[in-house]
């Protein structure tokens, strides 16, 4: 499904003139609104494959209809979003989730859409058809040599898929731990991860990133071999200079401080991306923003001021990716919604008095500091938003597009009521 150009045209000339009110506001209140306007139309997001159907939970799944069926359909879904909002650009596969034998078709097919391919995803924490060997007691980790070998070959398998797609990267989320104590050897495991690690890295073209998440628990409830950033980061020191720490905003225990984890994971030039999402208990999966806006600000907050250190750029020197799930809510919808307090926390972060703020630091002006960051939190950024999708030919509310065009109905009419996007 795709909307037509006089569709975006019309929504947009209807909102144009409040539109106008609210950026020549925001104009005014930000100095920067240039250069602001200028970096959030080239910052693009990835979009997982996974996150265009409902997730559910192990209790139930409720599936709104009209789901991705196939990876064909997937990339309808974010052509779509990005037709809406001109900042999703990019797909994250899932392997075998998103296995395809034609490359040349999908190739085109998102290159019709204007996507590209952001990191390619393993998967070794759940055991396909026909496979040999289980994963229930981990993979890289895994005791047996064989299991470990069965999985490097896997990882080997999505570095191939990726090449001929134009990816560059791979993202290795391993959920291998244990559940009980005395269940694993921890330096054994880790020293297994790391050998299995190795073999993956040796299989890197020279121009790919690899990408270790991290996550404290789930599925496994005593140990992670990968629990942490600590961990992550030493994996990715040991491994050499293409492989990266990926921080997915879920997998903290509760109350981690992210923004100081992101600042020294910069300082360290080890970095790669990340996985947004928001969450209240644990690994929920929840829509950026929707928790913890501050939080997300903050983070960006660090992201800005390190990249602008280290002279990065912001547009593709880091991998910015969803990983999100939804239970209730239209999953497009909640990508629309995801990318939208991205976009704001970003702008947000660009428009921090930076001058002010370092002088306020070095002065020890402790109110002064929250002053500057939470004026630039405060301020309303939407309008900027909205006026980079407008001159980007998109939509200025996205949302509201979306669900004038109905195009859920649209799709559930194509595809089907009771439909399972796969991967799930
Ligand atoms: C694990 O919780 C995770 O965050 C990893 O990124 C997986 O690849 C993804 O979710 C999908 O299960
Ligand atoms: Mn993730
Ligand atoms: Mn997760």
Redo the contacts with the bound molecule.
């Keep these: 499904m795709k909307l037509e150009p006089n569709q975006i045209a019309s929504h947009n000339e209807r909102l144009l003139s409040k539109h106008q009110q609210r950026l020549d506001f925001a104009t005014q209140e930000i100095p920067n609104s240039k250069d602001i306007l200028q970096k959030i139309s080239d910052f693009q997001i990835g979009i ?1 494959s ?1 996150a265009l159907g409902t997730g559910g939970t192990r209790f139930g799944r409720f599936s709104p209809g009209g789901e991705p069926g196939n990876i064909e359909e997937k990339l309808a879904d974010i052509g779509l979003l990005h037709q809406l909002n001109a900042s999703s650009a990019a797909v994250s596969l ?1 392997i075998p989730w998103d296995t395809t034998t034609n490359v040349p078709a999908i190739k085109a097919l998102a290159a019709e859409y204007g996507l590209h391919f952001d990191a390619m ?1 393993s ?1 070794t ?1 759940q055991d396909q058809r026909d496979q040999l060997h289980s994963y229930k007691f981990g993979s890289l980790q895994h005791v047996n040599k064989e299991v470990r070998k069965q999985a490097i070959a896997h990882n080997i398998e999505v570095i191939r898929q990726g090449i001929e797609l134009g990816s560059n990267a791979l ?1 290795i ?1 391993l959920a291998d731990g244990s559940c009980f104590p005395g269940q694993l050897n921890f330096r054994k495991a880790f020293e297994n991860t790391l050998e299995s690690l190795q073999e993956i890295y040796a299989a890197l073209p020279a121009d790919w990133k690899v990408f270790v ?1 991290y ?1 404290a628990f ?1 599925p496994n409830f005593y140990s992670t071999t990968v629990g942490d950033w600590g961990q992550s980061l030493l994996y990715a020191n040991k491994l050499g200079s293409k492989a990266f720490t990926l921080v ?1 905003l ?2 903290h225990l509760p109350n981690a401080n992210i923004e100081q984890i992101v600042s020294l994971l910069l300082m360290e030039g080890k970095l790669g991306g990340f ?1 947004f999402n928001d969450s209240k208990y644990g ?1 929920d ?1 929840l829509t950026a923003g929707c928790m913890k806006p501050y939080q997300l600000f903050l983070i960006f907050n660090e992201l800005v001021e390190g990249m602008d250190q280290r002279g990065m750029n912001h547009k593709n020197d880091l991998a910015w990716m969803i ?1 999100a799930s939804h239970n209730v809510k239209d999953p497009l919808e909640d990508l629309l919604q995801s990318v939208e307090a991205i976009m704001i926390a970003y702008a947000q972060a660009l428009s921090v008095d930076r001058i002010a703020l370092v002088q306020a630091q070095q002065e020890n002006d402790v109110v002064r500091c929250q002053e500057i960051l939470q004026q630039a939190f405060r301020t309303d950024v939407r309008p900027l938003v909205a006026e980079a999708r407008l001159r980007a030919g998109a939509a200025l509310s996205p949302l509201a597009l979306y669900r004038e065009t109905e195009i859920r109905k649209e799709l559930i009419k194509n595809r089907g009521n009771k439909t399972i996007a796969t991967g799930l």
């Design positions: 997982p996974w899932h995803n998967n924490f993202t989320w998440e996550k789930e997915d879920g997998h996985h690994d999966d990983d």
